[in-house]
Structure formats: C-alpha cells, structure tokens
C-alpha cells in the first residue's frame, strides 16, 4: 500500500485519475446493463464559449447526481454537447477576418464562409468540453454530439418541415427585435436593457379642421414619428371623448392620421394622448392590429431611414434623422417641451447598438398551441419545477405566449428549408430534389426555385435536444431507453428560451414530458452580492480557481452554496475553507495510515463493542441517510454541510481524538476494533464524498488499501442494516463532547490563555456521568486544557458554572485571568458593537437609502445588523457569566 503524500496537491492528480475514468469506460452509459436507466441532458454550451461560473455552478451540480445515481446501480447517460450558437460564432469568424485584414463575409459568398466556420469549429470549438473535464464532469464523451451534426440536422429539417404541414409553422409580417448593425432578427434573450440618461420629447399634432387646437404626444423616439399612423387617447377621457373619429395632421409629413379610443392610452401618463407607430413599437403594433392603421416602415436593415419618409430624411442614419426631427419640429413651433428622462433602452447583446422593433416578413412557430399539452403537464405534475415557484414564471409565460420568430438573418445554422417559386410559392421539404420535384408538379414543367437565404434561430435546434440527440427521428434504442431524461438542471433565465420549447417539443413530437424534473438554480454572483460583469471588473474565473485550490475545492463551495431559490454570493475565502475541507480530510487519511487504520474486507459495521466505535458507526448512517434524502430533493447545500458536520466535526475532531487511547493502549482486542472502525468510517466517508469531491477521495480510495475491486467513481453507494444507531453510545459520547464544548466556551470567552491549564469541579453527578467522566476523563482533561477534575465538594468562589444536565461545572479562573479588567474588556467590546447595530439600525430606518440603494446593498446591511446583533447577545452573555463570579 503506496504511502500519502504530506500534503494533497490537486494539480498533479486531477488530470491523472480524470483521464483514468474517461479511458477505463468509467462515464459510458450502457453499465450496468439491468440498471434502470437515469438520464440527463446537459445544457450545452456555445461553441464559441469558455467556462464561466454559471457553467461551473450548473455542471457541478449535474455532475453530483450523475455520480450519485452511477454508484446507485443506475445505468446513467449524461448526454454532453455543444450549440452551434449562430450569431456569437458567425460574429467570432467575422472578427477573426477583420483582423487578418482578409475578404469580408460577404465578399467570401456563403459557401467559402461556411466552410470557414467549421474549420474554425474543428480547431477551436473544443475549449468549453476541455475545461468541462477539468472541473470533473463525468459526462459521456463517446456520445457528444453538436446541433449542427448531420443527425441533429435532420431532426430539426424533419421537425421543420412537419410542423410546416400541420400548419404550425408560417411566414408572416410581424414586429421583431432588429439589430440594425447584425442586420438580423435577435431573440428577447439577445436583447439586454440598459438604463440611458435620454429626454422625452413633447410634440404638437394639429386637430385637423379646428385651427389652434393640438394633441400633445410625448416620444422618446422622435425619428419614429415619421411612421406614425394614428393617435389613441383612451375611451374614458372626457378631454378627447369630442375628438374620437377626427383626424390630426402629422407634421412634417402632412398625412392625415386617425384619433382612436383604445384603453391603451393612460389618462394619468402626460396628455394622455399616445402617438401610435405600429410598425416600430410592440404595443403599438397591437394598437394597430385592433384599429386596422396602417403598418409603415421608415427604416431598412441597417438602421438608415428608407423611402417611405420624406425626401429630405431618406438615406439618414436613426440618429442623425432623430436630431433633424426634433430641429425640424421646433422650427415649426410645434416642440411643446424636452424633458430630461432616465430610461431602459433595449441593446442587442451581441452588436452592441440599441435594437429596433421592426416589421418584417419572418418565420414564425404558432407557440399557442404547442404551449397547451406543455402547460397541462406541468398542471398535472407530470413535470415539476423545483423550487416549486418557478412554474409560476412558467405558466405566466406559457399562457401569454407570442408567436415564436425562428428565422435570423444569419449565414451560420440550419438553413430554413423552403424554395420561391417565380410567383412566390413557398415550397417547403426536407432536400432541394424534393422541394425541386413538388415545384414540377405544381406548375407542370420544370421551374428555377430560390431557396430562403435565412436560417433558424438556435433555440429551434436546441429545443430538440433532449430526443434529437439521442438518434431521433430514427427510433434507435438509446431514444427507447433514456428518453424521457428524468432531471433538467438549469438557470432561471432560460426558462422561456429553453426550457418552454423543450417542452413544447417533446410533447408534440416525443407525445411525453422531455424531464420530469427542471431543477432552477440560482445566480452566481460576487460575495457582495452583485451580478458579475466585466465592466464592474467583478467576474471571478472559476479555471483560476481550480488552478489555484483544486476542483473538488471549487466544487465543494458552490454545492454548499446551493441554497434553492437564494443567489449565490461566491467569495474566494470559502473556496480556499473548502481547499482546507480537502486538507482536513486528507490529514485524517494520513493519521488513519500512520496507526494502522485500514478497512477489513469484510468488515460488520454491528460488530464494535466499545461505545466510541458503537457511536461513529451511528454517525456514519446517520450521514449517509441525510446525504441521500438531501440529493433525492435537490438539496445540494443540506447535503453538503452534513457531509461537512460529519467528516470535520464527529469523524475528525472528535472520533480521531477519542480513538487515540485505543490505538495507543495495552488493549490489543479494544486496537484492533477501532482501526478496523476507523478505517471503515474513512472509506464510507470517501464514498459518500465522492459525487461532491470526486479526485481527492479517488485518490485517497486507491491509496488507502492493498486492493480495491473497483475505482471509487464504479463502487456502490453505501447501504447499511438497521440497528446501527446506538442510543447508549450515542447519549455517552453526546455527554462528553458537550461537556469539552462548553468548557472551551467559557475559555474563549472569558478570554483565558489557551496554554492556561484550570482546574474543574463537577457536582451532582449521577451514576452514569461518573462512568462515562471515568471512561473518558484524560481525554477531556487534555482536550478542554484541565489541570485536574474533582467530583463533588463545594464550588470554588471566583469560578464560571455551566450546567449539563443534572450536573454544574464550575471553573475557577481567577487564578489565570484579571476578572476586573476582562469585565472592562467586555464591557468597550459591547459599547463598540452597539454603536455599530446604532449606526446599522438609523441606515436601515431610513427610507431613500432602502429605496435607491441595490437590493444586494442592502441585504449587505442586514446581513451586517444581524451578526453584530449576535456577536452583542454573546458579549453580553460572557459580562453576565463573568458578573456572577464576583
């Protein structure tokens, strides 16, 4: 058996026992072959992308019950793979060509550029499923696939072309999100609101017929207003009741506009007359669908004003056509006012210009009715959210749902697969020859087709990905055996985007629930509390983690983290307390070694008869139960710190240092029992450890035993008898322990010496405390630093009592501290902390500080308030305690 190293370094295993795993087969789904199948998609990530703490947090936690359940004898499929990510990697290529100063996109043609694309996927795509492997991710490799494969290309041509037969999907002139500088159709994911200093400005639309007369409109827009087709004033308001049916004159364009009545227009917002553009604002769009105006597009793809505005704006940029707007109205004397106004512009994410609502012909999924079986199967409970709240977010989604643009401007994805005819006929099929061969039959001779240039937008694909990935729409066996997967772990932000077409997917074309869990998990952010982002210069790299504590560090904090429903507030303090975990029970190990605890094969954990060892078997069951209660709800923070009570606590602090008389005593019977426990206890802790720590406890369970049968990530989850728990043992060693506890208590603080060894006197002591004081008294004298321990007798004067039980300990410490000056001590300490729950409570009072300071500043304060409000009750309690001493 290989001797431990003095020290656990991270780096020089994780690459090791990773490659291990991956090569012996250790991740293939298909073992055990009688296993009941668990399966699980991962949320694959952008091509383009690198690990970032969401990833991190969202794979670790995958990861945890992917190993949980393998070690149940379940046959696991964690099915890995990558989106294709249109956008983010057609703008990657692009730039790397800017920079290398070659041809433009389009001066390359589509078929170069495409090429250009995958070469570039080929050689670089592969960074996110490196450092996947980095962190521990156990996911079969062998089956990895990507949205833009050719099988997946087929699923999403056969679900195209399907849903285009059942009359679901269709083309149609519709306001979408446009990014002027991508020249695309973006998803309101893609979209990110920025608060902007702006003006609202305030014009005067002439009543026709009654000179004098105006509506005032107030836009923060101006340039829309050459698209205007109509103003609302809402059918309550007796101001404009008169002027229903009339008409304005727009200025500067001179057409007449109709005034509608619509409960759109809020009497208590301005004038309370509303400009309506509906071909440039969304809720505008609605107005104009009620009242049949007309839809008018002043703008082109890249954002310059088109021919439908007057010559003097045509060909002007949306900026430069704003300043010329507002200088023309004021010219005009119709600007009543500008007001400065502080308000959220919408941005696409990846351009980085302000986006347009924009009418254009797109291609639309008619969401409505896929969103009804997907709003019945989580009603029914055949899909459930945890924590239970999200499908809240879920329904009210779902049950106001939009038709879904799937068409993007884009080079890059699956292209739509739909020809034109010369008249316009759409002819949609899953191959050209067939859309070639329909084009034939139509108009009875052989006809040239155009296909659509477009193609869709990637949440189509990844919406498939739960069955196309698994072979569909072949009926192969592993779309038999794994679908439908039984949990979806995943961020709250993509519960429309993702989620909800998963859904609605899997339902239509799989008639079954894709999952039948979506487990939310929060947000990771910095240990203030606030989001990450590269402005504030906040973001935390999780790969510098890893580098600098270990995966299972890292791991191990954002588990413990994983509170449901509560964001995370990751700081690099807790990652390097839990690199000392990893430290602390690798120094167990180590001790374990050195005094000849190994596990016996074959060892009955019912057998010991001391009560130590009668009482960490207990410990060991008890864990192992909460551990896996707290997994089978999702309760990755429960689970985590009881593993974390347990190994610090019962098993390092208090069961190693209990054994030590055994193991260094005359009784060879009572030695031999505790190292064979100790060391069963270790490996049952390396078991129970292993889906949250995977590389140190594989590396300890190679190195902790002449043989083992199997790699730890192959071995079986713990499974005990019952019976185990001993309440005798259990009431003996609770006894001690919180007789040491508190004896250390009162050193720390009355403020005494730790080297300071006090003298104790226990009175009223029953029979059982007297064997159990006897059982283990130089233990407690050497473990709470006592200079002696008398039974019974009068209690000293100048001494501290506690009580345990029906018993008083009292500590006489006059002798080794000045009770006068600990009393001032404590007394400045308190003065000090209420000052601070003062100033705390006066800022937490104060009602402009709660309504403009960030949430997370905030809680930040409340956070502060309760701990010096606790650290004051300690405080007080210690001056109270010493009081009684004299």
Known sequence: MPILEKTFRPDEVEARHYERWESSGAFVCGTPADGKPYSIVIPPPNVTGSLHMGHALNNTLQDILVRFERMRGRDVLWQPGTDHAGIATQMVVERQLAEQGNVSRREMGRDAFIERVWAWKDESGGTITRQ??????????????????????????????????????????????????LETAISDLEVEQRETKGHLWYFKYPVEGQPGRFLTVATTRPETMLGDTAVAVNPEDERYRDLVGKHCILPLVGRRIPIVADAYADPEQGSGAVKITPAHDFNDFEVGKRHGLPMINILDVSGRLNDEVPEAYRGLDRFEARKRVVADIEAAGLLEKIDDHLHTVPYGDRGGVPIEPYLTDQWFVNAAVLAEPAIRAVEEGRTRFVPENWSKTYFEWMRN??????????????????????????????SEAEAQAAADRHYGKRTDLVRDPDVLDTWFSSGLWPFSTLGWPDETPELARYYPTDVLVTGFDIIFFWVARMMMMGLHFMDDAPFHTVYVHALVRDEKGQKMSKSKGNVIDPLDLIGKYGADALRFTLSSLAAPGRDIRLAESRVEGSRNFATKLWNAARFCEMNGCVSLPGFDPAS?????NRWIVGEVARCAAAVTG???????????????????????????????????????????ETQATAGWALDQILLLLHPFMPFVTEELWGNTAESRPAMLIRSPWPSYAPGLIDAGADRQMDWAVRLITGVRSVRSEMNVPPAAEIPMVITGLGAEGKAWLAAHETLIRRLARLKDIRVGGEIPKGAVQLVLDEATVALPIAEVIDIAQEKQRLQKEIAKTEGEIQKLQKKLSNQQFLAKAPEAVVDEQRERLAEEESARAKLDAALKRLSAVG
């Open 401 to 430: 749902i939009q038709p879904w643009c799937v068409s993007r401007q884009l080079w890059w994805g699956h292209q739509i697969p739909a020809w034109y005819g010369p008249d316009g006929e759409i002819f949609v099929a899953m």
């Open 132 to 181: 996947l492997r980095r962190l521990g991710a156990s996911c079969d490799w062998s089956r990895e696939r990507f949205t833009m494969d050719e099988g997946l290309s087929k699923a999403v041509l056969t679900v195209f072309v399907r849903l285009y037969k059942e009359g679901l999907v269709y083309k149609d002139k519709r306001l979408v999100n446009w990014d002027p500088k």
């Open 608 to 612: 010991p008869k001391e009560p130590v």
């Open 630 to 672: 707290r997994l089978e709800a999702y309760r990755f923070n429960e689970a985590s710190q009881a593993l974390y009570q347990f190994v610090w606590g019962a098993y390092c602090d208090w069961y190693l240092e209990f054994c030590k008389p055994f193991l260094m005593g005359g009784d060879a019977a009572a030695k031999a």
